[in-house]
């Protein structure tokens, strides 16, 4: 199986790659390697290596930035997926977002379920959905974060080695993802040929909040953190950003861990599993 992977030098392009099934024949292109903004490139990058299979694990992913940028995060989210399909007659692999949905909801997302974002990053994203064909795979995720990759896990070890004490968006509720089981969810359902909407993210539910207390109690029992600092619950209201966020975003992973029959790790046991190899990074 010949794979083209989108992405490839972001926290899930890494994973997919540290991943591959033994016999994939990877061809792993980053933003230096093909401007996903330009649709020719695309189809020219797409006709020279005749992939069986292509997982899009690129996107824009600058919420608050694509708020005055659309036009941008346009291009990559749903103008890239767009011209992979005109370039490709087989399987794609789409990765999207919690973002897809307005956060009104009284119980976890999903996949059938109607979408309704309501920043332009979720519009754009929704739109690339649109593009895809019967047979491909949408998988929505949330909260990405992985070793040695720029996310929330590894802004907060910054900043609780750097600030006395910390203010934590409590009223936005999801869970996170840690990437390479992300990138292990995607893999099997290729190999079980499978096709149609599927959502993962980690067991569990969490704050932002939540996620930071956690964060500090784990890093500082693998010495990852010296001394704890206070970290505060606040409302999404007295943390404005430019892009509004689903209050309520949680994925039902649950058909997709029925598909697959893998189980479902708690977000907390990948959040040490990750800290450990944080750690071991140095």
């Not at 994973?15 to 649709?39: F, R």
């Not at 789409?94 to 009104?104: A, L, N, P, R, Y």
């Not at 979720?122 to 070793?147: N, P, S």
Request: hydrophobic share 45%.
């Amino acid at each position: 199986m010949k794979v083209l992977i989108t992405g490839a030098k972001g926290q899930l392009g890494r994973g997919l790659i540290a991943s591959a099934p033994a016999g994939a024949q990877l061809h792993a292109v980053g933003i230096d390697e093909c401007d996903l903004t330009d649709a020719d490139a695309i189809i020219e990058l797409v006709g020279s290596v005749s992939p069986d299979v292509i997982v899009n694990a690129a996107a824009y992913t600058a919420v608050d930035k694509a708020e005055s940028d659309e036009n941008t995060a346009h291009a990559i989210n749903s103008g890239a997926v767009k011209a992979m399909i005109e370039a490709h007659a087989g399987k794609l692999v789409h990765v999207s977002t919690d973002f897809v949905f307005d956060g009104q909801s009284s119980r976890a997302y999903r996949p059938e379920d109607k979408r309704a974002p309501i920043s332009a990053y979720g519009r754009t994203k929704a739109e690339g959905e649109d593009h895809l064909r019967d047979g491909d795979i949408l998988v929505r995720t949330a909260w990405v974060y992985t070793a040695g990759g720029a996310n929330f896990v590894r802004t907060m070890l910054r900043l609780m080695r750097e600030t006395p004490g910390l203010n934590v968006v409590a009223d936005q509720i999801g869970a996170p993802t840690w990437a390479p089981g992300l990138a292990a969810t995607i893999w099997s359902l290729l190999a079980k040929d499978a096709n149609g909407t599927y959502h993962h993210s980690d067991a569990g539910v969490a704050s932002w909040y939540d996620f930071a207390v956690a964060i500090q109690e784990e890093a500082l029992a693998l010495g990852l953190l010296n001394e704890a600092i206070p970290i505060t619950p606040i409302t999404t209201a007295e943390y404005p950003t430019p892009a509004a966020r689903p209050a309520f975003s949680l994925l039902d992973s649950s058909k997709t861990r029925a598909l697959l029959e893998d189980g479902h790790t708690h977000w907390r046991v990948n959040l040490r599993q990750m800290l450990r190899e944080e750690k071991a990074l140095g």
